[in-house]
């Protein structure tokens, strides 16, 4: 147990749809990143937070959007959603913002788009 | 954008067997990171590597940080079927840059 939490484990929803995936990093954790993980891509950065602000970007899509709370916890917001969003999504959570070294991963959200 | 190149793809070996996998790049990194994945679940932290030249051991795993710094290897010494599952690798370009990942290696072992 890595100590990230991930809620829902599952997701099914239809093309057009928006979700919302929610994440607690480790406790002291101050960063989440999230990723998206697919059989062809593998696994792909979309977005770093540290302490409740956006610290950088990767892939990801104009569809997407991310925020981290007070409390330190994110949520990632897939709009629109299409058949190729169906995937992996994990967050993971270090202690520090800029050396993105130790990361540690929530057991994922399996996204499918029908 | 920075590659990391992971081979190889997938390996079915003997239990019992050591294994040897690496992640080579043309660029410089100063960080690298070994993760396991078993499915359906999260990637796990195995070892990390801060410096060029490193050695470093968890139980049967032990990893090298590479000296040139572009690139890294990953031993594991007389493999058990739970270590079943995919290895990836990660590096760090420098400080505040994120992760790149590589491919994965998909190990299955033969008891």
């Known amino acids: 147990d890595s100590g990230v939490t991930q809620t829902p484990k599952h997701l099914i929803t239809a093309t057009g749809q928006r979700v919302t995936l929610r994440c607690s990093p480790r406790?002291?954790?101050?960063?989440v990143y999230w990723y998206q993980q697919s059989l062809d891509q593998g696994l792909q950065f979309l977005i770093q937070y540290y302490n409740g602000e956006e610290r950088a970007k990767g892939n990801i899509l104009e569809r997407f959007s991310a925020q981290q709370f007070p409390d330190l916890h994110s949520e990632l917001n897939l709009s629109s959603l299409e058949l190729g969003d169906s995937a992996l999504y994990f967050c993971?959570?270090?202690?520090?913002?800029?050396?993105?070294?130790?990361?540690?991963f929530g057991p994922g959200t399996r996204l499918t788009v029908t | 954008g920075q590659q990391l190149n992971q081979s190889p793809q997938s390996m079915f070996i003997q239990e019992g067997e050591d294994v040897s996998m690496n992640c080579t790049s043309s660029s410089i990194f100063n960080t690298w990171l070994w993760y396991k994945q078993e499915p359906g679940e999260g990637p796990v932290l195995l070892i990390a590597l801060y410096k060029a030249g490193e050695l470093t051991s968890n139980g049967r795993l032990t990893a090298q940080f590479g000296i040139t710094r572009k690139d890294s290897f990953l031993n594991i010494s007389a493999s058990i079927p739970s270590d079943v599952g995919i290895y990836f690798c990660?590096?760090?370009?420098?400080?505040?840059?994120?992760?790149?990942f590589g491919a994965g290696t998909i190990l299955r072992v033969k008891s």
């Open positions: 406790s002291g954790d101050l960063s």
């Open positions: 990660a590096g760090q370009l420098s400080y505040g840059n994120k992760l790149v």
């Open positions: 993971a959570s270090s202690v520090d913002g800029g050396t993105f070294y130790e990361q540690y």
